[in-house]
């Protein structure tokens, strides 16, 4: 039996850490070297690692710091941020990390992701999509900033016909706001994903990941604040539950397999 990941999810802004509310309002959260480091010792699961200037500013990715993360990390990473070809997404693979990640590049192109499963394998390829809800719940792409004319559902099933290996549905209205996940969202769209699903977005307290890991099945449950913030105030204070909070997590989870 495996249990869901707990993921901290980092923003690189400016090649330093940032939080984000709702997209916006960054404020500043350290040193990513020393985040990673601090992480260690945590014996964190994984984390997801997205530097989100690379692609609204048309940049290339920033190899030298995702191979000093990847040396680091003790852990699994998935880096996303700027992957628009088939030698981006080779080279970072090839520098240590497990997990690539496309957003913007893979809802403009889907065959993209077929492309880089080839490349480095479809169980290492992990399309995020940042959603929000207008009158009905639409993608967005360019850190927010665009959005897409595109049904959901179908662009679902489409992608997982071209091989992706994992699927983040991360939601922006819930994004910093640490009142828990958008269980509507995942509802919504959860019933046409047979591929491992982890969501991101809004988590405040270890009862959020409860409620999430208690009525879907999840192979990821991710957050930015919740690890990275103590109190009311939003003090950094690197933070991951141990083995027995784990426990308590995902008690009914835990409870299915030996009923």
Known sequence: MLLPRLIPCLLIHKNQLYKSVNFKEYKYIGDPINTVRIFNEFNVDELIILDIDCTSKNLEPNYFLIERLAAEARMPICYGGGIKNINQAKKIFKLGVEKIALSSAAILNPEFIKDVGKEV????????????????????????????????????????????????????????????????????????????????????????????????????????????????????????PNIETKKEIFSNFISKFYS
């Open 121 to 240: 394998g479809v169980q290492s390829v992990v399309v995020i999509l940042d959603i929000k809800k207008d009158d009905k719940y639409y993608i967005y792409i360019n850190n927010g900033t665009k959005r897409m004319d595109i049904d959901i559902k179908e662009y679902l099933i489409k992608i997982q016909e071209y091989g992706v290996g994992e699927i983040v549905l991360n939601s922006i209205d819930k994004d910093g706001l640490m009142t828990g996940y958008d269980l509507n969202l995942i509802k919504e769209f959860a019933e046409v994903i047979n591929v491992p699903l982890t969501v991101l977005g809004g988590v405040g307290s270890y009862s959020h990941f409860k409620d999430a890991v208690d009525n879907f099945d999840l192979l990821g449950l991710a957050a930015g604040s919740f690890f990275v913030f103590k109190g009311k105030y939003r003090a950094v204070l690197l933070s991951y």
